[in-house]
């Protein structure tokens, strides 16, 4: 949850409930929470700003026609998380969707902003994902809860989400600061407020909320990571559970 943010790319923040920089924040409801602003642009990128996507609803971003952003991006991911980055061609792409290379230039002119956006695209369906969870608990103690255990559930049904993060990394370690990073840092100020909240309310210990934040980030993606480098079948979702508990309730016996 450190690092640079680059200054080209200001990504809306997410409805949720996990970690602040992990996703956005929770509606308000008069717990200083706010409403998540819409999902991130999945093209915008510093090195590669296109043109903004057709709108949601339209034919060029409907999933059903294999010309849309959105079918490209879908397939593109597929391809990129089984093959790898290097070993994935545009035109294998184009094959599977059944249209031409062109199609898929006019919309993502290189290779490298067409895998970026596919990264883009996780950040955005997580950051949704967690929060229309997250909304769905009025208390903002349950909000966090359910955004951590959104969270690790997200990448339970999208195991090729992890290896598109660590391609990004793998392959572009030029940058300063992943996506998955960058969109942490932009989204940290909701989960900020809601955590004082917490805090003047009693329910919290008083600290720096950063402390939690980095705490619950490094938790949750380490044990995203952990989980794919080890190939661990405990689901994720079900070691959400465990984070919970110890996070919450400490390890110490109680008085």
Not at 212 to 227: P, Q, R, S, V
């Amino acid at each position: 949850m450190t690092g640079k943010t680059r200054k080209t790319r200001k990504p809306p923040g997410s409805p949720g409930t996990g970690p602040d920089k992990l996703t956005s924040a929770a509606s308000t409801d008069g717990t200083g929470a706010t409403k998540p602003e819409a999902g991130p642009n999945p093209v915008a990128r510093s090195e590669s700003r296109l043109t903004a996507p057709p709108p949601a609803g339209s034919p060029e971003r409907s999933p059903e026609n294999p010309r849309s952003s959105e079918a490209i991006l879908e397939t593109a991911a597929t391809l990129f998380s089984a093959q790898g980055y290097r070993q994935t061609d545009v035109q294998q792409i184009a094959d599977r969707l059944g249209i031409g290379k062109g199609t898929i230039y006019r919309q993502f002119p290189t290779k490298e902003n067409l895998f970026l956006a596919t990264v883009d695209r996780i950040i955005g369906q997580l950051t949704r994902y967690i929060d229309r969870r997250a909304e769905a608990k009025p208390d903002p103690f349950d909000r966090v809860a359910e955004g951590i255990s959104a969270f690790l559930a997200y990448f339970d049904e999208n195991p090729g989400a992890v290896e598109l993060l660590l391609l990004e990394r793998a392959e572009f370690r030029h940058r300063n600061t992943p996506t998955y990073l960058e969109y942490n840092e932009t989204n940290a100020a909701p989960w900020r407020r809601l955590l004082l909240d917490l805090m003047r309310a009693g329910r919290l210990r008083e600290m720096p909320p950063e402390r939690i934040i980095d705490l619950l980030h490094n938790a949750l993606y380490g044990t995203i990571f952990i989980n794919h480098f080890a190939g661990r079948r405990k689901p994720l979702r079900e070691q959400a559970a465990d984070l919970i508990d110890i996070v919450f309730r400490g390890i110490l016996p109680r008085d």
